[in-house]
C-alpha cells in the first residue's frame, strides 16, 4: 500500500502526459501546414524598364564632369570631407601615383556589390581615372544606382603631365584637322527595335549591375586615327548641340542630343546589330553615352577626346580645341604594392 502511494503522483502526470499529447484523447493529430511565399518573377520586359530609367537619369542634367583645379583647391587643400575620391586605374598604376585621399576601386570591380555597397549616399563621389572617358561611364552606372557620381575632366591626364603617374598617355597638346562636312543631318529610314535581353533579376538594381558587367568589358574608346581610317564600317552618332553639329561633323554622323538619345523615337534609329561610335565634345558627354547604350544592350565605343582631338575650328568644335597646359599637382604613393587583382584598363 505504502508503494502505491509514493507511485500515485507518477501515475497522474503519466495520464496528463498522454491526454495532452493525444489532444484530450483523440486519436488523431492535427497538424498545422506553411504555405512558402513564391519566388519573385524576374522583370518581364527588361529592355523597356531600363530606357524608361535611362531616359529619365539623362533628363535629371547632372554635370558631366568637375574641374581638377576645384578637387585640389576643395578636397586636397581644404579637406572638404563632402568629397569622396574614387581612383579606377589599373591597381599598379594607382599604388604608383594618385590623388592624396583617393581610395581605389579596379574599373573592372565598379559594378560588383561588395564595392558598390561601401559607397557614400550622402558624398559627392569623385571618380578618376587616365583621360576621363572610363570616369564618364562610371558616373553614369553609378548615377543611376542614385549616387552623385561625376568624373574628374581628362583623369589624372587633367592632374599631371607626367605619364609615370598617369599611368598612361598624357593630353594631347593640339587638335588634328581632320575633315568634316555641313550637310543636314541624316535620317535613318529604318526602324530598329530595343535589343532584347534576358535576365534573371527580380528589381532594377540587380538588372543595372547586371547590365553594367556586361557594359564594362566593351573598349571604352577609339583613337581619332583609327576611326578616321575605319569610319564607313560604324554607325556614327553626334551628340553635340544641332547647331554646332550643323557647323560640321564627320561624314555619315546622324545628330542626336545627348540629352534625348534615350528617347524611344532616338533608339529606334539605331542597329542593334552594328558598332556605333560615339561623339561629343570631349569625350564626356559621349562616354556617358555610350555607357547607357551599352546597357541597353547595344555595341559602343567613343571618339576618343572628341571633336576637340578631331580638328581646331572652335566653331565647328563648339568648345576650344585640345590643349596640354596643365599646372602639375600633388600626387601620393601607396609604401606597398597592392595584390595583384582583376584589373581591367581604365581609359
Known amino acids: 500500500m505504502q508503494q502505491l502511494k509514493r507511485s500515485f503522483p507518477k501515475l497522474v502526470l503519466a495520464l496528463f502526459l498522454t491526454v495532452l499529447i493525444t489532444g484530450c484523447g483523440s486519436s488523431k493529430q492535427t497538424s498545422v501546414e506553411y504555405s512558402k511565399p513564391a519566388p519573385a518573377a524576374a522583370i518581364a520586359e527588361p529592355s523597356v524598364v531600363l530606357q524608361a530609367q535611362t531616359d529619365a537619369y539623362l533628363k535629371q542634367n547632372r554635370p558631366l564632369f568637375v574641374e581638377p583645379q576645384e578637387i585640389l583647391e576643395k578636397a586636397v587643400a581644404a579637406g572638404d570631407q563632402s568629397y569622396y ?9 594607382y599604388a604608383n601615383a594618385h590623388i592624396p585621399g583617393a581610395i581605389h576601386i ?11 555597397e561601401y559607397l557614400p549616399k ?3 563621389i569623385i571618380i578618376i581615372d587616365y583621360s576621363g572617358h572610363t570616369a564618364s561611364q562610371v ?3 553609378w548615377g543611376m544606382l542614385g549616387f552623385d557620381a561625376v568624373a574628374m575632366k581628362n583623369g589624372m591626364a587633367g592632374w599631371t603631365r607626367e605619364k609615370e603617374a598617369i599611368g598612361g598617355a598624357a593630353l594631347p597638346c593640339e587638335a588634328q584637322n581632320y575633315p568634316v562636312v555641313t550637310m543636314a543631318s541624316l535620317t535613318p529610314v529604318e526602324e530598329f527595335s530595343l535589343p532584347q535581353m534576358e535576365t534573371k533579376a527580380t528589381n532594377f538594381t540587380d538588372l543595372l549591375i547586371d547590365r553594367s558587367q556586361t557594359a564594362t568589358a566593351i573598349l571604352p574608346v577609339i583613337q581619332s586615327k583609327d576611326f578616321k581610317d575605319s569610319m564607313k564600317k560604324y554607325s556614327i552618332i553626334d551628340i553635340r548641340q544641332p547647331e554646332h553639329y550643323a ?3 564627320v561624314e555619315g554622323a546622324v545628330n542626336i542630343p545627348f540629352r534625348t538619345i534615350a528617347e524611344m523615337q532616338n533608339l529606334k534609329k539605331l542597329s542593334p546589330d552594328k558598332e556605333i561610335v560615339v561623339i561629343c565634345y570631349d569625350g564626356h558627354a559621349s562616354s556617358q553615352a555610350a555607357r547607357l547604350l551599352n546597357q541597353l544592350g547595344y555595341h559602343a565605343t567613343v571618339l576618343k ?3 576637340s582631338a578631331w580638328i581646331t ?6 568648345a576650344k580645341p585640345i590643349a596640354c597646359n596643365i599646372a602639375e599637382k600633388p600626387v601620393v604613393k601607396l609604401n606597398a604594392p597592392l595584390e595583384a587583382g582583376p584589373s581591367m584598363a581604365a581609359t
Open 247 to 249: 557647323a560640321g561633323h
Open 139 to 141: 558616373a553614369a552606372f
Open 85 to 93: 575620391l574614387v581612383d579606377i586605374r589599373n591597381d599598379d598604376h
Open 313 to 318: 575650328d572652335e566653331k565647328v568644335i563648339g
Open 122 to 124: 550622402d558624398k559627392k
Open 305 to 307: 577626346d572628341g571633336m
Open 106 to 116: 579596379a574599373y573592372a570591380d565598379v559594378w560588383r556589390q561588395n564595392k558598390i
